[in-house]
Structures are given as C-alpha cells and as structure tokens.
C-alpha cells in the first residue's frame, strides 16, 4: 500500500514562494496520478493540481486561483510529487493534501478519484 508523506510546509510571506514535496513509500507512483488539495479553516477540502501518470510527458490541471502561480510536477525515479507555490497570497492558506490515485490517467479533480491521501502540511501565507 502506498504511503504519502507530504513536507515543505511552513510560514511564508505575501508573494513569497514554498515548493511542497510528496514522498511515496510502501510502493511507487509509477502509473498513478496525484493531486494535491487543500483545505483552509471552516472550508471544504479543494481540488488544487493534478497530474497524470506517463513514461513520456503527464498532463497537468489547474484550479483557476493558482493557475500561473503553482506547478505540479513529478520525478519518478524519486517516487516524488512536487508542488511549487509562487506569487503566494493570504487566501493561499490552508493544509496541503497529496493524494495518488490506482489509476494513472487523468489528471484527475475529484477526492473520490483519489486512493491514498498523506496526513497534510501546514501552509501559512502573512501579509
């Protein structure tokens, strides 16, 4: 079974940057996609990023917030997922949620498309 461990969270300011890792043990994300999702306080759990599973190039989808802000990517020989936050902004806070799912076509949006989940990471933007 897959396991997620999600880290690079931490406490940044207005327009400051924050690459978020992803880290699978248990078994590799070879021909699963991923997402990641967040949810800020008092809020349901959002859709964020996601990317499909390819040996050649996976295809990638944005929420419209962090579009041109945000990038989802994937190194398979590190069995990693990376998001990286640019131009980050106060609304931008929230626990940051990677997910894989079984199946590697997509990306996908929806949380019931998603298998295993990791336990999140704190994200803190300041103005």
């Known amino acids: 079974q897959v396991q997620l461990v999600e880290s690079g969270g931490g406490l940044v300011l207005a327009g400051g940057s924050l690459r978020l890792s992803c880290a699978a043990s248990?078994?590799?994300?070879?021909?699963?996609?991923m997402g990641w999702f967040r949810q800020a306080p008092g809020k349901e759990r959002e859709f964020v990023a996601g990317?499909?599973?390819?040996?050649?190039?996976?295809?990638?989808l944005y929420e419209d917030s962090v579009k041109g802000r945000f990038t989802i990517s994937r190194d398979n020989a590190k069995n990693t997922v990376y998001l990286q936050m640019n131009s980050l902004k106060p609304e931008d806070t929230a626990v940051y949620y990677c997910?894989?799912?079984?199946?590697?076509?997509?990306?996908?949006?929806?949380?019931?498309?998603?298998?295993?989940w990791g336990q999140g990471t704190q994200v803190t933007v300041s103005s």
């Open positions: 997910a894989a799912s079984r199946s590697g076509s997509g990306p996908k949006v929806g949380e019931m498309e998603y298998n295993y």
């Open positions: 248990g078994g590799t994300l070879n021909w699963h996609a």
């Open positions: 990317i499909s599973w390819s040996w050649t190039g996976s295809r990638t």
